[in-house]
């Protein structure tokens, strides 16, 4: 069994031999920081005082350019991941998994910070990385109401030391309400609406950005999955350490950090003047730490078989604070462009970096070029008064002792305009811009040239820059694939108790204890490809299809079918779905009362027919007005009957026989009225 020190040695080792270490020779981490000033546009150091000093945007422009693409891609969706099942028992499973999952990225947490965090850190350092764990690091105090409960369901939430109730509301509902939970009531109950509020004391779900320089991977990693060492290094206090639950004595004895701060962390808040993390007081309290939360194969117990590890070591002091057995990491990470056989690839910024210096040392040309001909130099003799002529006045005069001709006591130098060449050479530096990125004037809308380009020609250039795009955005829709993955594996876990959520507005109670097939689901991130308005005409176009071959009677196609189309059409205007617009055909209470209100429709139409001055026709129309009413009570009774039963089978067999009747008492009044009443059988 190896010694608490020979772990500590071994972490050393891998510490300072993993890639991201902030130690002499990290080019990961000087890259970084160089990044980042070309990013924040800082002088490169070969600055030439009167001269121009001008610092292009490109790296700024080419992160900045990509991403709204990004956002908009990951977004564009009511859900940001969708669970899929792979087999039929699990596909409730599935849809709660996608409402929680949704919750907890969307809801509990700020998932725009979080999206352009992960992808601004990918674009502009290498990777981006999202951190999911469980946090019961503290307990949280928060407000959670629940709506229509049972009376089981009230006594257990009584029971829970946890929660303290605040006020309870007694409501009826009657037979065929649907609870959050999703079951059906078949006799008049009593439910109850609680509000109180909760101590969390088991914890809950976290999701953080982290900063790419505080992650560390082995050199010998091909990808983020499970490397040989991994892990994250932070800044945190004494006092932190101590909430987190470490061995007190051992915080205590740590000796105060004085090792240099991290480059990255410099340049990224380069305008903050000075570090930020560092203890500028005698308070031993908030005196800052460097703790590695680091994820290894290490075997322990000399086996010669290596296990994986959860290890907390204070870097600096080479201090093992806590290690422990796991199965899997916390830390979800991508990289913008891949290199095969490595972890780490490129980034959009690291391709644009030089040429930033490049066309910074054009544009400073072509400025002093600009400013040798705004101001000419000059040849002069000692006639010439020095102090005048260095000193420009416009309008001024220039004093030459002389009672001759002072023609010859000035010559200028003549400057051969560069303007032309130049130019030439910023629009060719330009071009080579857009062809390692794709980011071009074209597709952020800048060329004010744009429309007299050929239509071919620029939906050639847009969609090989959206292209670029996408193909990046499927790279980093696979470590939120991950996120959502590890939210559901968390919640299984350590969930237990029900939750109540609100989704559009209504409320589901989801129970991740009672999650059976913890894999079997395929997660889809809302990843999707070309204009909006192209996909909306696509799927207008396919919708005209399922109306036709619905007209022919085709098997091709139901009522089921085309409401997916409208739901995805709505989704791509930017509604949240069809279900505020149209009845979905798989909610039998929607179609009972659409057919209510044409059957409503029918009869006064058929009414309206049948309207004459003769006393016969009147009795006809009160026979109509009738069977109007005794068919309204027939679909009520329907309607009731279907709420109670919720069997398809035999709510298909009612209407069946619903229309059957209807058929008949048109029938019925076609006869007495000896006119042509349509739906009837004759």
Not at 157 to 183: H, K, R
């Amino acid at each position: 069994m190896l010694s608490e020190k020979q772990i500590e040695t071994i972490i050393i080792a891998l510490e300072k031999d993993a890639i991201g270490y902030s130690g002499e020779g990290s080019d990961i981490q000087n890259n970084r920081a160089l990044l980042l000033d070309r990013y924040n546009r800082q002088p490169y150091g070969d600055e030439i005082e009167g001269q121009s000093q001008v610092i292009t945007s490109d790296v700024f422009d080419v992160v900045e350019g990509m991403l709204p693409g990004l956002m908009r891609l990951f977004t564009q969706n009511r859900n940001i991941a969708k669970f899929t099942a792979n087999r039929e028992e699990s596909e409730e499973e599935a849809k709660q998994k996608t409402m929680f999952a949704n919750w907890v990225f969307g809801v509990q947490h700020n998932p725009v910070n979080l999206l352009l965090s992960y992808c601004k850190d990918a674009l502009l350092q290498y990777t981006g990385t999202l951190k999911t764990y469980w946090d019961d690091s503290e307990e949280f105090l928060d407000g959670e109401d629940y709506e229509r409960l049972t009376q089981t369901q009230l006594s257990k939430l009584m029971s829970d030391e946890n929660y303290e109730i605040n006020d309870i509301e007694e409501i009826a509902v009657g037979v065929g309400t649907q609870l959050p939970n999703g079951e059906v009531v078949e006799a008049e109950t009593v439910v109850y609406n609680v509000q109180g509020m909760r101590t969390n004391s088991t914890g809950r779900i976290k999701i953080e950005p982290t900063p790419p320089n505080e992650v560390l991977i082995s050199k010998r990693a091909k990808d983020f999955d499970k490397p040989p060492f991994y892990g994250q290094i932070t800044a945190k206090t004494r006092s932190e350490l101590l909430q987190m639950g470490f061995d007190r004595e051992k915080v205590m004895n740590l000796g105060r950090d004085e090792s240099d701060g991290d480059p990255v962390e410099e340049r990224r808040n380069y305008n903050l003047n000075g570090p930020v993390n560092q203890n500028s007081t005698t308070d031993r309290s908030q005196d800052m730490f460097k703790l590695g939360e680091y994820y290894a194969y290490i075997d322990v117990d000399e086996d010669g078989i290596a296990e994986y590890y959860q290890i907390f070591f204070v870097s600096g002091e080479g201090k093992l604070l806590e290690m422990e057995k796991i199965d899997c990491h916390p830390l979800a990470t991508a990289t913008p462009i891949p290199m095969p056989h490595r972890a780490i690839g490129e980034c959009p910024a690291s391709l644009i970096a030089d040429h930033q210096y490049w066309t910074s040392t054009l544009v400073r040309q072509a400025n002093n070029n600009i400013y040798a001909g705004n101001f000419t130099r000059l040849l002069y003799n000692n006639n010439v008064d020095s102090d005048e002529l260095m000193t420009p006045v416009a309008g001024g005069a220039v004093n030459v002792d002389t009672n001759g001709p002072v023609t010859g006591s000035t010559e200028p130098i003549p400057t051969v305009s560069q303007i032309e060449g130049i130019l030439r050479a910023i629009e060719y530096a330009d071009s080579v811009r857009e062809r390692r990125t794709g980011v071009t004037s074209y597709n952020q809308g800048l060329d004010t040239e744009a429309l007299n380009k050929t239509a071919t020609g620029f939906v050639g250039i847009r969609d090989m820059a959206q292209m670029r795009t996408e193909l990046i955005a499927r790279v980093l829709s696979e470590g939120l694939r991950k996120v959502f993955n590890r939210i559901i594996e968390l919640a299984s876990k350590y969930q237990r108790r029900p939750i109540q959520i609100m989704v559009s507005g209504q409320p589901f109670i989801i129970d991740p204890t009672q999650w059976k097939y913890k894999t079997d689901c395929v997660i889809d991130i809302g990843v999707g490809g070309g204009e909006r308005q192209e996909r909306i005409q696509n799927l207008n176009y396919i919708y005209e299809q399922q109306k036709l071959l619905k007209e022919f009677g085709s098997p091709l196609v139901d009522e089921a079918k085309m409401y997916a189309t409208l739901d995805k059409i709505t989704q791509q205007i930017g509604l949240h779905g069809a279900e505020t617009y149209f009845n979905d055909p798989e909610q039998p209470d929607e179609l009972i009362r659409a057919e209510n209100e044409q059957l409503k429709l029918m009869v006064q139409q058929m009414q309206a027919q049948l309207n004459n001055p003769l006393a016969e026709a009147e009795q006809v129309k009160a026979e109509a007005n009738m069977q109007m009413k005794q068919m309204d009570a027939q679909v009520k009774v329907l309607q009731e009957q279907v709420k109670a039963q919720g069997k398809t089978a035999e709510l298909e067999q009612k209407e069946r026989f619903h229309d059957d009747q209807m058929a008949i008492e048109l029938t019925k009044i076609e006869a007495d009225s000896q006119k042509n009443v349509p739906g009837s059988l004759i």
